[in-house]
């Protein structure tokens, strides 16, 4: 259900504790704490430089954190890479690719966590990229060069290569930054499908609009804090929205249940010294 924490066994699948990172000396996140379901669709909204990407980095074990980030109840730091790598998918921002893959073969890389050390690919791991290229449309494109594709392309090749990791938890940092509408749904759509099927997705996004009609509940970040949390009509109040990323907007709850947004435009200081009290 959409406000049950734990799974059967009464253990969160992800839950993050006193999180604090500290960057070069900077501290980026301060005392970050949640816990989510099996299953849970979890949008993480907040300014540029809030902290987004940094907490997803700390999640998937890429940079060193205080506090405590658990998997079904185990800290990640007491998994191995392997344990990890299976447990969790990480779809990047898409930015330009250093090495020359065929799309197939790069999309098949996602399978390396389920095979031991230098064991091939089955046929089967074959079938799953074939798969997973046709649940992002990208059918034609297997033999093409990953450093052929355009941006929308190439994100959603990322997409297909976390589709066929087969892990529990999808950490996804700006998925539809470069998708055109048709794809931003689409892209939203078998990311829906992945959390029916019992998959649990942490979602960094831009689109307030597009991340409350899709998650179940949102994370507010703003200058390394978590602001608020939430069902997303609790979280995006025009004052939060107002607030935190310095813009005015009248919202409206549409009655097939979405969340319009109207952008008024910025905070003025006039508004800003029209504080009450
Ligand atoms: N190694 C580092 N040393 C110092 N500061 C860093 C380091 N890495 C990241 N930062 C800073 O940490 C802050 C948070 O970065 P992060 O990428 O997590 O933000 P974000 O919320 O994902 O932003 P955006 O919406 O712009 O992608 C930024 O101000 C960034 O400049």
Known sequence: GLFALTSGN????LSVDRLSVTLDGHTILRDVGFEVAAGQWVGILGPNGAGKTTLLRAIGG??????????????????SAQEQARAQAFVRQARSLTFDFAVEEFVLLGRAPQRGWLQPYRESDRERVREALAR?????????????????EM?????????VQGADLLLLDEPTAHLDVHYQFSFMEQIRAQAEAGRTVLAVGHDLELAARYADRLLLIADGELRAQGPPASVLTPER???????????DQHPDGTLRIDYLGPVSSSDENRVPG
């Open 62 to 79: 890429h940079i060193p954190f205080e506090g405590e980030v658990r998997l079904r109840g185990t800290p990640i730091e007491a998994m």
């Open 136 to 152: 992002v449309e990208l059918e034609g494109f297997a033999t093409r060069s990953v450093l052929s594709l355009s941006g929308g």
């Open 155 to 163: 994100q959603r090749v990322f997409l297909a290569q976390a589709l």
């Open 10 to 13: 009464g253990v969160a699948l």
């Open 241 to 251: 929205i107002a607030s935190v990323f310095g813009v005015r907007v009248a919202l």
